[in-house]
């Protein structure tokens, strides 16, 4: 089973597109948490209201923590599944996306989907995510180093429960938190397969969320320190569990994103 897990705080208008995107799935062997964080009413009751007209089931969990690391923590914490999914509150999924993921599961590493940006009803299937997806389709467990821009997040990946373990987000990061995260649990990774074309996970750009914001370069660089410190700190404590070269692909990425 495939545990879904989105994250959602004040839950806008394309929420509801991205429940039904759910509810239209060809894959239903699976089940869907969804974390509302730091907000109670009335985005409760908006949540139980798309649900109940969608006729889609799930565990809808209220905490009064705020933040998205610490609801997809909660998320990882209440799920049951073999294998987990994250979703984004404000994107959505082809209807074949949990199907092709599933087929193309792996029990010691990640499986990668296809990705789409879109702005509105403008699509934009030529981005850094989509391309590096084309150029390794018909690569045979292709190599950290070689994924490491589908690594920067944790959408668009069907994790086995083993491969995450005790690996959460930091809930001291606001920024980077994901690129962390995959980094962190990649001491578990041996394998790395992309899903079917089928499988397709639509990225909205959206100007006004956390992704869109651009931190003044003090605080950016504040959390730059703590991103780099996990970082090493994770690598220092297992250096013979990481790929060296992706580590330092992590590192340096890191430096030319604060100076840029």
Not at 100 to 111: A, I
Not at 175 to 190: A, K, P, T
Not at 197 to 206: F, K, L, M, T
Request: charged fraction near 25%.
């Amino acid at each position: 089973m495939i545990s879904v897990i989105i994250p959602t705080y004040k839950p806008s208008e394309y929420f509801g597109m991205t429940l039904k995107s759910i509810a239209e799935q060809t894959f239903q062997d699976f089940e869907l948490l969804i974390v509302l964080n730091g907000c109670n009413e009335p985005y409760k009751s908006r949540i139980e209201e798309l649900l109940s007209r969608l006729g889609l089931k799930a565990v809808l969990i209220q905490t009064d923590t705020p933040g998205v690391s610490n609801a997809r923590n909660v998320g990882i914490e209440r799920s049951n599944g073999d294998y987990l999914c994250f979703i984004d509150d404000d994107d959505y999924i082809s209807e074949t996306y949990l199907e092709e993921m599933w087929k193309s599961r792996v029990q010691d590493g990640v499986t990668v989907s296809n990705v789409i940006m879109f702005d509105g009803a403008e699509m934009m299937p030529d981005n850094h995510f989509s391309n590096t997806y084309k150029s390794l389709k018909n690569s045979q467990n292709p190599s950290l180093t070689s994924v490491r821009r589908l690594l920067n997040s944790p959408w668009g990946k069907l994790y086995p429960r083993d491969v995450i373990a005790d690996t959460r987000f930091s809930t001291r990061l606001k920024i980077g938190e994901d690129g962390v995260f995959n980094f962190v649990l990649s001491r578990n990774i041996r394998n790395v397969r992309l899903a079917g074309e089928g499988a397709i996970y639509y990225y909205r750009i959206n100007p006004e969320g956390a992704t869109g914001k651009k931190p003044p370069f003090r605080k950016y660089f504040r959390q730059y320190l703590t991103q780099n410190r996990l970082i090493w700190g994770a690598y220092l404590s297992h250096p013979a569990k990481y790929d060296t070269l992706f580590f330092g692909t992590r590192v340096l990425a890191l430096i030319k994103y604060v100076l840029s």
